[in-house]
Nanobody, 124 residues
Framework: QLQASGGGLAQAGGSLRVSCVAS????????WGWFRQRSGKEREFVSA????????YYADSVKGRFTISIDGAKNTAYLQMNSLEPEDTAVYYC???????????????????WGQGTQVTVSS
């Protein structure tokens, strides 16, 4: 089970952070992903971290602006979003893979657990 929080409203150029807490067995061994879904669009990959936290992945559209981090002790993933743009407006979803998963982390089917989504709105 994943519980997402954070998000909200920001102005262009501003920052927001979203968080996602996992519960259950082996939660400290999950790979983590963040996806977003803009109005009328398909859900798209944003960022991911391997289960060890050693490798991170970013979509080109957010590279250099967003940072994913994992707190293993708290079974929590964070997505720090800086230099926000109106195009970042979307519902953001966290996702967790099976324990010890190895893969691209960029595809929705690679994840077994999904959070409920949290709205991020960026005004121009």
């Amino acid at each position: 089970q994943l519980q997402a929080s954070g998000g909200g409203l920001a102005q262009a150029g501003g920052s927001l952070r979203v968080s996602c807490v996992a519960s259950g067995r082996n939660a400290d061994r999950y790979g983590w992903g963040w996806f977003r879904q803009r109005s009328g669009k398909e859900r798209e990959f944003v960022s991911a971290a391997s289960w060890s936290g050693a490798t991170t992945y970013y979509a080109d559209s957010v590279k250099g602006r967003f940072t994913i981090s994992i707190d293993g002790a708290k079974n929590t993933a964070y997505l720090q979003m800086n230099s926000l743009e109106p195009e970042d407006t979307a519902v953001y979803y966290c996702a967790a893979s099976t324990p010890y998963y190895s893969g691209s982390y960029s595809l929705t089917y690679e994840y077994d657990h999904w959070g409920q989504g949290t709205q991020v709105t960026v005004s121009s």
